[in-house]
């Protein structure tokens, strides 16, 4: 079965840095997206960042764009989120989530469990 494994978040004072990973198992498709999105309270849930990882095209956020960047290992099976020069307004609950698309061009979502991010000032 499929699995997201999620790490990092944390309390952070505005202005540093902090790293998020998501390890995915259980499926063997080569072309699927590993991303996450975000949840701060009473605020709607927004996507953040993603990468394909059949050929590495990324998605940013406007807010978190030339802050924030993602990347995906070799296996294509983790990804990294570096977020840099953190802001009040980063403060949230961020999810793993895994897009596949298999070969009759069907798609199935998975969620990892949510990470809190605090930023401080």
């Known amino acids: 079965d499929v699995q997201l494994q999620a790490s990092g978040g944390g309390l952070v004072q505005a202005g540093g840095s902090l790293t998020l990973s998501c390890a995915a198992s259980?499926?063997?498709?080569?072309?699927?997206?590993i991303g996450w999105f975000r949840q701060a309270p009473g605020k709607e849930r927004e996507g953040v960042s993603s990468?394909?990882?059949?050929?590495?095209?990324?998605y940013y956020a406007d807010s978190v764009k030339d802050r924030f960047t993602i990347s995906i290992d070799n296996a294509k099976k983790t990804a990294t989120l570096q977020m840099n020069s953190l802001k009040a307004e980063d403060t949230a609950v961020y999810y793993c989530n895994l897009r596949v698309r298999f070969p009759d061009r069907s798609e199935s979502n998975y969620w990892g469990q949510g990470t809190q991010v605090t930023v401080s000032s």
């Open positions: 990468i394909r990882a059949s050929d590495g095209t990324t």
């Open positions: 259980g499926f063997t498709v080569d072309d699927h997206v």
